[in-house]
């Protein structure tokens, strides 16, 4: 089943109290499509500058990304740098240069339009939007933003976007803003009044929810002993999420949450290494096994009294 993922490819530098990375491979959708693309083929749309280096072409080539939608301008790549807290959790952005990134319009290979899984990563509403109208038919759209693109003129153009979208992957403050309620509970639901689906509330190490017409579900974060980079969690939560939908076809609401433990799962890898580095070593197998060890968290015999 087609996967498309549209969203930023950058080059971050983050730092940790433990560690540093200087200009590692970063974005949404290079998080995104490294994780779909062990489970599903992935086709990418973003823009890099003169500057990106092979290297990580060939990375994400060699992971069966399809990069025919990858635009090289002239100009700088992307450019993001944050430094995480002692509490490895909140992080301060201390950089970000957009270069040609500024000037992103997305163009959808005809090859692409008849993608039947999409991903809106966090990218202007306007082009989310620009997005869907180059798409023929889609399954499930689903969708990621964050508070730039939550105040003002941009949230109502995201209103409209959100009309079209099955999915939206949103954190606590994302939630509250959106909605303008403070329980996430309420905040779901108001944001599926705006028409979306089903709303995924990520919290970190807390794990994510999901809220749809089945009802809630919870899925934990995997309790690690020490987490090495946060950074791209959401959208490797994504990647999995959407790669296990596209790869089964089957969007029943029980499919849906096994997709969420597999996000769940994925993110946990992620978070062991800086960039996509931890994935070089991940296999299909190691993915099963941590499943596994998923379903052993949350399983318990009925309570008696
Ligand atoms: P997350 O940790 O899920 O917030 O994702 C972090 C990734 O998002 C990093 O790899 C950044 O390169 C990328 N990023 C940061 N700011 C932006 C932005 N304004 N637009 C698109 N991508 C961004």
């Not at 003002?152 to 309620?181: Q, Y």
Request: hydrophobic share 45%.
């Amino acid at each position: 089943m087609s996967l498309i993922v549209v969203g930023s490819v950058a080059l971050d530098t983050v730092e940790t109290p433990a560690d540093r990375r200087d200009e590692v491979l970063g974005g949404s959708a290079s998080y995104f499509a490294t994780v779909a693309s062990m489970i599903t083929p992935v086709r990418l749309v973003a823009v890099v500058g003169e500057d990106f280096s092979d290297e990580h072409l060939r990375f994400l080539r060699e992971r069966d990304v399809d990069l025919a939608g990858l635009q090289r301008l002239s100009g700088r790549t992307f450019r993001w740098s944050g430094r995480y807290l002692d509490n490895m959790v909140d992080r301060e952005t201390l950089d970000t240069q957009l270069n040609v990134f500024e000037k992103f319009s997305p163009q959808i290979p005809a090859a692409y339009r008849d993608s039947e899984y999409v991903f809106l990563a966090n990218i202007d509403p306007c082009l989310q939007l620009e997005v869907l109208n180059q798409v023929d038919n889609p399954r499930l759209v689903a969708l990621d933003t964050m508070n730039f693109w939550l105040t003002g003129e941009s949230v109502s153009v995201l209103k409209k976007v959100l009309v079209h979208t099955d999915v939206i992957f949103l954190n606590d403050e994302e939630a509250r803003m959106l909605s303008g309620k403070h329980s996430l509970v309420k905040a779901a639901a108001a944001v599926r009044l705006m028409g979306v689906k089903r709303v995924i509330i990520k919290r970190g190490d807390s794990g994510a929810m999901l809220f749809d017409d089945a009802g809630p579900f919870w899925v934990p974060a995997y309790p690690l002993e020490d987490v090495v980079d946060p950074t791209g969690a959401g959208d490797c939560f994504a990647g999995g999420f959407m790669a296990y939908l596209a790869f089964t076809g089957d969007l029943s609401d029980s499919n849906v949450r096994r997709a969420m433990v597999f996000g769940s799962v994925t993110a946990s890898f992620a978070v062991e290494g800086f960039s996509v580095e931890r994935f070089d070593s991940v296999h299909r197998g190691d993915l099963l096994l941590r499943c596994g060890e998923f379903g052993r968290l949350v399983r318990f015999e009925d309570v008696k009294l």
